[in-house]
């Protein structure tokens, strides 16, 4: 990923944290909120307690373009233990040993392939799904058994790339998961173990990579704390359009922004490439290359959807 120049001190951008196992998605949010002094801030896709790795916090006026990263790839390092089940498909349920023996390694590997590609996947009982207005794990939490649907989700790919069975009983697979948005690896580890008959659970989960922004690039959560109690945090932050590629760039007059931070549409004759970004949309940046608008084109015109600069800038 291409690091844009740092951002002005007016701290819109992204900053690309490397979540440490304990705190929760909300929990960096709230940190990064009070030590950063930004009212507005919010993450792109929530990690578990548990888990680690890639999570990307929006700030300022960055945050408004969170929803067009929801439905990035997302990519795991998932450690699976077989020879249990568990009732939140993770570490952190109550085990029930397997009767069944556990697999070996050869047989854990030819089960992997019916897990990939576009399956049907039930969401774990203990998740944020909601039913009928109340959420999954508060419905299991006390008793009631939610029913859940099936989801449609993409495993692009699924590898094993290491074995332990130095314990018999319980021996772990570690996989690499590249997945769509809103696949449960809890459940991928939960539907090996039932194909293999023996029962498996999530031991531990790293997110290596979400969109564009990889663990490569990520910084350690003490590391952000320091540079934001310093307010140096521009040294940072990523330009609030980075990982947007998918969307057209086009650079507009002054005149032209003025007119669409007003909420009205443009001329625009551009050519067909204008309209092949995700839903439609394209990147509107100003004269220095700066995110100013998200906007449709259509009918030689340009319609804004998300205004970034303020009328008369």
């Known amino acids: 990923m291409t690091r844009r120049e740092p951002v002005d001190p007016g701290l819109d951008g992204v900053l690309v944290l490397d979540k440490p196992i304990g705190p929760t998605s909300h929990d960096i949010v709230a940190l990064v909120r009070r030590l950063s002094g930004v009212r507005r801030v919010g ?6 307690p548990f888990a680690a790795g890639v999570l990307p916090v929006f700030l300022g006026r960055a945050t408004r373009i969170v929803e067009y ?7 795991y390092r998932a450690l699976v233990v077989f020879g249990a089940r568990s009732t939140t498909d993770d570490l952190d349920g109550e085990l029930t040993p397997s009767e069944a023996l ?3 390694r050869e047989t854990v590997g030819a089960a992997l392939g019916s897990l990939r590609g576009w399956i049907e996947q039930v969401p774990p009982d203990h998740s944020a799904v909601r039913i009928a207005g109340r959420r ?3 419905m299991a ?4 058994k939610p029913e859940l649907k099936p989801r449609r989700v993409e495993i692009r790919s699924l ?3 290491a074995w332990d069975g130095a314990d018999p009983s319980r021996p772990t697979a570690t996989l690499e998961v590249r997945c769509s948005a809103g696949t449960y690896v809890r459940a991928i580890a939960r539907d090996l173990g039932e194909r293999l008959g023996s029962g498996a659970y999530l031991a531990a989960l790293t997110r290596t990579a979400s969109g564009p922004f990889r663990i490569e690039d990520a910084h350690s959560l003490d590391t952000a704390r320091r540079v934001l109690a310093e307010d140096r945090a521009g040294e940072l932050l990523l330009a609030p359009d ?3 590629e998918a969307y057209p760039r086009l650079e507009l007059s002054a005149e032209d922004l003025a007119t669409l931070a007003k909420g009205q549409a443009v ?4 050519t067909s490439e204008l309209s092949s970004g995700p839903s439609g949309l394209l990147r509107v940046v100003d004269g220095e290359g700066r995110l100013a608008a998200m906007a449709r084109h259509d009918g030689g015109r340009l319609h804004p959807e998300k205004v970034f600069v303020a009328p008369g800038r």
Do not use: F, N, W
């Open 136 to 138: 999954a794990y508060e």
């Open 69 to 75: 990263h929801m439905a990035d790839e997302k990519a």
């Open 141 to 144: 939490r006390h008793g009631e």
């Open 242 to 244: 980075v990982g947007l």
């Open 102 to 104: 556990p697999p070996e």
């Open 159 to 161: 590898d094993l790339v």
């Open 43 to 48: 993450h792109g896709g929530t990690l578990d």
């Open 267 to 270: 001329r625009h004759r551009g």
